[in-house]
């Protein structure tokens, strides 16, 4: 009983440390997210973190990994809901973007964290793994739509490569102009998207 007491408290202390690592990264960005302010944010000594990450490398992994899974619990069940190919590839756009206009600061410290991370010894930065994963996930809805004879003959790598460049260059207009119309590239993406995909009769 003690033990997964302790344990509990553990996990909701690593939680309550990732929040005001993103909270830091958005707001002062990632070069100034020192471990000293994240446990000022936190109102912890930096040695709690230590103890519980061993290091701002490991925190900001964990940071990724949960801005990670704040999109794919929003983005997934909106996806596998869907009857069709095209219109998975619909809700993987239109959830991306609304995941965006929903969670601003954990995307900006995404951000943050993708542009000024580097990996250790030139090697692949933070955000590298998710990044292929994002990538392998939609090849995954492409394969399907070809398969079902929905989509035309194309690479699927590189037309998931497209789509994620599109969607990856939204959060650097959002975050310079705050009456971008979110909505409207929403549809225009949408749009674009499933004529480049589908199969012409």
Same mark, same amino acid.
């Given at each position: 009983?003690q033990?997964?007491?302790?344990?509990?408290?553990?996990?909701?202390?690593?939680?309550q440390?990732?929040?005001?690592?993103?909270?830091?990264?958005?707001?002062?960005?990632?070069?100034?997210a020192?471990?000293?302010?994240?446990?000022?944010?936190?109102?912890?000594?930096?040695?709690v973190?230590?103890? $519980?990450?061993?290091?701002k490398?490991?925190?900001?992994?964990?940071?990724?990994?949960?801005?990670?899974?704040?999109?794919?619990?929003?983005?997934?069940?909106?996806?596998?809901?869907?009857?069709?190919?095209?219109?998975?590839?619909?809700?993987?756009?239109?959830?991306?973007?609304?995941?965006?206009?929903l969670?601003?600061?954990?995307?900006?410290?995404?951000?943050?964290?993708?542009? $000024?991370?580097?990996?250790?010894?030139?090697?692949?930065?933070?955000?590298?793994?998710?990044?292929?994963?994002?990538?392998?996930?939609?090849?995954?809805?492409?394969?399907?739509?070809?398969?079902?004879?929905?989509?035309?003959?194309? $690479?699927?790598?590189?037309?998931a490569?497209?789509?994620?460049?599109?969607?990856?260059?939204?959060?650097?207009?959002?975050? $310079?102009?705050?009456?971008?119309?979110?909505?409207?590239?929403?549809?225009?993406?949408?749009?674009t998207?499933?004529?480049?995909?589908?199969?012409?009769?």
């Amino acid at each position: 009983m003690q033990s997964e007491s302790r344990t509990f408290i553990e996990e909701a202390r690593r939680a309550q440390i990732i929040a005001c690592a993103i909270e830091v990264i958005a707001e002062h960005g990632y070069a100034n997210a020192t471990m000293a302010r994240i446990a000022k944010q936190a109102k912890i000594s930096s040695g709690v973190i230590s103890y $519980h990450f061993g290091g701002k490398d490991p925190l900001i992994q964990a940071v990724v990994a949960e801005v990670a899974k704040l999109a794919t619990d929003l983005m997934l069940p909106r996806i596998l809901a869907q009857p069709s190919a095209t219109e998975a590839l619909r809700a993987y756009i239109e959830s991306n973007l609304e995941f965006m206009r929903l969670h601003r600061k954990p995307l900006l410290a995404l951000v943050e964290i993708v542009t $000024h991370a580097q990996g250790g010894e030139s090697g692949p930065g933070p955000y590298a793994e998710q990044a292929e994963v994002a990538i392998t996930d939609l090849e995954k809805i492409l394969d399907w739509g070809r398969q079902a004879g929905e989509f035309r003959d194309f $690479h699927q790598r590189t037309m998931a490569i497209a789509i994620r460049g599109a969607i990856d260059a939204v959060p650097g207009r959002l975050f $310079h102009d705050p009456d971008f119309d979110l909505d409207l590239l929403t549809r225009e993406l949408v749009a674009t998207f499933t004529i480049a995909t589908r199969r012409q009769p």
